[in-house]
């Protein structure tokens, strides 16, 4: 192809008109390289805010990092280059950037901590409301599992006004309804959660991610009729994999909870190819720890040997997909262990470890019921 402005803006136009998909990134990472290769900033600037935002709703926040750090780095040289538009849109991407470090424990934890104060230092000069400051310090805490720095970032963000570059009135509902569960304050989570689930407030993400938000806080409350409502909204609302693994390990933990086993193996089947594919390693874990999760149940039940589609590339893949259960449920708790050492030691602390036992005690009290 050409080396023209042309010929890449042609080739952007090309994947602009694609639906998201790894064709498309590959459109998208061909017209970057071009342009880098033409030297042509702007037009560098332009394709790789398009690539973050496939990337970021694609299961691809690798490839936003990347992208992102050289938007930032280009900005810092000639802040004077850049247009409103172009400054407006790399301080609202640096919020996806702090909100993809979770699923990167190869990120150090200074060097997450330092991007946070980058972000807040950024705003503050900036003039922007510190709200979305405490948002993502909130988050990051409760990744860590550090309930009461959590609290305290989240009365902060609570307590601190709204303005442009705050997430939307549906997202940040969704993420509060995440607080109050990991606060263990059920009732709570699905109070909040109200104006999301009465179609209220909704966005491209919503009401699909608080639909999967809400299922374990109303297993924990014995309300199974509404999770059995908002499961079968939520699961209807995936095209596929890449949209949210993450969401997904919630619906297939849902599943297992109950005791819809059929269901749950279905579940796993669709999805678990790209649950091992993607490099995004704190969703991974979720949909991993529900497999894990499924499997016990099926023990439990007294079956020894489970038919399932596992991809080839897997590990313990057999051609006539008759698998024991017991060899199963020891890999995927190998994994999930390491990926939660990871985790811990990149966070100095156990929460992930922590999780792993919960799950165990919240199988036991639903039993007990």
Not at 2 to 11: C, D, F, G, N, P
Request: aromatic share 10%; charged share 30%; net charge negative.
């Amino acid at each position: 192809m050409e080396l023209t402005k042309e010929a890449i803006l042609e080739l952007s136009d090309k994947a602009n008109a694609m639906p998201n998909s790894e064709a498309k990134l590959a459109l998208l990472e061909q017209a970057i390289s071009m342009a880098d290769r033409l030297e042509d900033v702007n037009l560098g600037f332009e394709l790789r805010e398009s690539l973050m935002h496939v990337a970021s709703y694609f299961g691809h926040s690798e490839k936003s990092l990347v992208a992102y750090a050289w938007c930032l780095a280009r900005f810092d040289e000639k802040p004077e280059d850049m247009d409103y538009f172009q400054t407006r849109t790399l301080y609202w991407n640096y919020k996806w950037i702090l909100g993809d470090l979770i699923e990167f424990p190869t990120i150090p934890l200074q060097k997450a901590l330092d991007l946070h104060e980058d972000f807040a230092r950024r705003y503050r000069e900036a003039g922007h409301s510190e709200r979305t400051v405490h948002y993502y310090n909130m988050r990051f805490a409760k990744h860590r599992g550090l309930k009461e720095e959590a609290k305290q970032h989240y009365d902060l963000w609570q307590g601190t006004k709204r303005d442009g570059y705050s997430d939307c009135h549906a997202c940040e509902t969704s993420v509060m309804v995440t607080y109050h569960t990991f606060m263990n304050d059920d009732l709570k989570a699905i109070e909040t959660a109200q104006p999301v689930l009465e179609g209220k407030q909704r966005c491209a993400s919503e009401p699909r991610d608080t639909y999967g938000n809400v299922l374990l806080p109303l297993v924990r409350l014995g309300k199974l009729e509404d999770a059995s409502k908002y499961h079968e909204k939520g699961i209807a609302l995936f095209k596929n994999s890449q949209d949210s693994i993450d969401s997904l390990g919630d619906h297939l933990r849902y599943l297992a909870l109950v005791n819809k086993l059929d269901k749950a193996l279905a579940l796993f089947e669709q999805h678990i190819a790209w649950a091992l594919q993607t490099a995004e390693l704190h969703a991974q874990l979720n949909f991993l720890m529900a497999s894990h999760l499924m499997l016990q149940r099926f023990l439990e039940s007294g079956e020894t040997e489970l038919s399932v589609r596992l991809p080839q590339d897997h590990p313990l893949f057999k051609e006539n997909r008759q698998y024991e259960i017991s060899e199963l449920n020891e890999h995927f708790y190998q994994q999930i262990t390491s990926l939660s050492e990871r985790f811990d030691q990149r966070n100095q602390t156990s929460h992930f470890k922590e999780r792993i036992q919960q799950e165990k005690e919240l199988l036991k009290i639903i039993q007990a019921s």
